[in-house]
């Protein structure tokens, strides 16, 4: 029987054979903890796609309808693939294995494989899934015809009493409103107004217009003195095609804005 002549390894066969010492159960173990270590890193990215990349401000709760949807779906896989990866990373401690005997050693890496690398797995999985989520969320938000509805907060303060004890003239008790409106999605140049009138709308209290910053949000408060405490008082907030109102009454809490597009 001859024997075959024996070919000297060629470039490709050297490469081949230094990729294969790579996969030893040991660097394997080392590529797990990696992939972990990165879910938990990247996570970050997820917070960056829902504002568009940046494009507009962390308002997206704000939006209503699919958009939100997405938001709420991927900040829940975003946060079941680091806990996933987590998982993944848990010390595990064997007792009683004998390092000389090879069968055991075998059985120890293939358990740790198993039981690390399918956590890992459904962690960079979920991770990509939230990240789609994540990006479809903020593209809807940046292309919706307007923007969320605006945040209103309302502020009333007690003028102070005179020499009499009346609070105002005539002692008709007044107060104080602040009125403050943030107004987020807004697109360059796109102007929101206020305008805080009287209940039959017959008189301008206060008013503003505002544009927006490069983050397309616009914020602004208004002050109205010696307002009669038993009046009331309609707030109107405009921005693009969507106008909101709110009656405010003296003896309620914060008024709700109501709007239509």
Known sequence: MTTPPVRTPSRSDLALADLGAELTP??????????TARVVTNVSVIGVLLTGLGAFAAGLPSFGGPARALAIAAVITATLAVASALAAQILTITRHINPANLAQVRAWYRRRIDTRAYPTQAATVLLLISAVTAGTAGAIALTSAHGGQPALTVSQTLDPADGS???ASAGVATVTLTVAVTFRGLTAGQAATIVITTAAASHILASAAVTPAPDGTAASTL??????????????????HQHCQATLDAAEGQPALTCAA
């Open 223 to 240: 002050t109205v003195n010696r307002v009669a405490a038993a009046s009331q008082v309609t707030i109107s907030v405009t921005a693009g």
């Open 26 to 35: 040991v660097k394997s173990l080392a590529r797990v903890d990696a992939v």
């Open 165 to 167: 004890g009346a609070t």
